[in-house]
């Protein structure tokens, strides 16, 4: 079954999330740079969806905050593969599944 594209915009959850956490924790984004020791605009860019998480900010993340660096890195890259699936759903359609293809 083929799924359409219905329009929703899709939301880098990571981000969002870390959103969240600063909000949560009544942290702001310098202290949290700092505390990350990363710069305050590599910050701002991971919140604003401009740059995305890499292993190194997710090890440094669930130190951080107390959780696993791997859910982390699942958020971000649930949003990649989302953000994938999209961009090239026509490339998808033409790959011949091997089944069909024999």
Known sequence: MKRKDIGIPLTNSAAALLRDFLEDHGLSQARLAADLHISPQLLNDLLASRRLLTPEHCL?????????????????NHYLFRKTQREKAAELEAVVPLRAAG
Not at 60 to 76: A, I, S, T
């Open 60 to 76: 440094k993340l669930g130190r951080y905050f107390g959780n696993e660096p791997e859910y982390w890195m699942r958020l971000q």
